[in-house]
């Protein structure tokens, strides 16, 4: 069964807006990673934070967790035509599972 | 590097074939990982693989199988397809701490 579930199921922004995208969890986990997929290509880790960790930054991505509520969320910022694209959540969980458990993930457009 | 291939990249079957699609990786990551991927289901894991010689089951294991003796290989044989196996497949591999996947370019099958 999916771990994450990313909020909203679709976004549309303007170029240089910026866009946030959630994801909700259920079971304790040691680490969570975004991840994005262009139209009809494989996943393209973007990031991963760890659960000791609040926030992290990577270019013009910024990533929050919040173990109390079970969430993450992503934000890009200044946001390009480019950037369109499905965003999926994965977490780790603890214990050291040798498995990564992905939401369904975020279709984003960004329109030029 | 090449990273993580497969091939074929598109295949169609008759209901009741078999065929193994295959995956490779040549980055000497330990582990592997097959997936599928359905209109809004996300992604969900297949089977994967901690080393050499050791395979386990993920979420949706029935109707496939795997088997790794190599490092860099890991293919995953359809015994008897079925309609609902009409899916993209996603490998991926990685190395074990942390658990960040590199996914392969995907195999869009069709079942008929």
């Known amino acids: ?112 | 590097n090449a990273g993580v291939t497969q091939t074929p990249k598109f295949q169609v079957l008759k209901t009741g074939q078999s065929m193994t699609l295959q995956c490779a990786q040549d980055m000497n990551h330990e582990y592997m990982s097959w997936y599928r991927q359905d209109p809004g289901m996300g992604l969900r894991l297949i089977h994967y693989s901690v080393g050499a010689g050791i395979t386990d089951q993920g979420e949706v294991p029935n109707g496939y199988n795997v088997s790794r003796s190599t490092t860099e290989d890991f293919p995953l044989r359809l015994l008897s397809a079925a309609p609902s196996q009409t899916s993209v497949y996603f490998c991926a591999s990685s190395p074990p701490n942390p658990l960040v996947q590199y996914f392969g370019p995907g195999t869009r099958l069709t079942v008929t």
């Not at chain 1, 679709?10 to 986990?29: D, P, R, V």
């Not at chain 1, 035509?81 to 984003?108: H, I, N, P, W």
Request: hydrophobic share 30%.
């Open chain 1, 1 to 112: 069964s999916q771990q994450g579930e990313e909020d909203p199921q679709a976004l549309s922004i303007q170029e240089g807006e910026n866009a946030t995208m959630n994801c909700s969890y259920k079971t304790s986990i040691n680490n969570l990673q975004w991840y994005r997929q262009n139209s009809g290509r494989g996943l393209v880790h973007l990031i991963l934070i760890r659960s000791n960790e609040r926030e992290k930054h990577s270019g013009r991505l910024r990533v929050t967790l919040d173990t109390s509520k079970k969430s993450s969320s992503l934000l890009i910022t200044a946001s390009r035509a480019a950037d369109t694209a499905s965003y999926f959540c994965a977490t780790g969980r603890q214990g050291g599972s040798e498995k990564l458990v992905f939401g369904k993930g975020t279709k984003l457009t960004v329109n030029p």
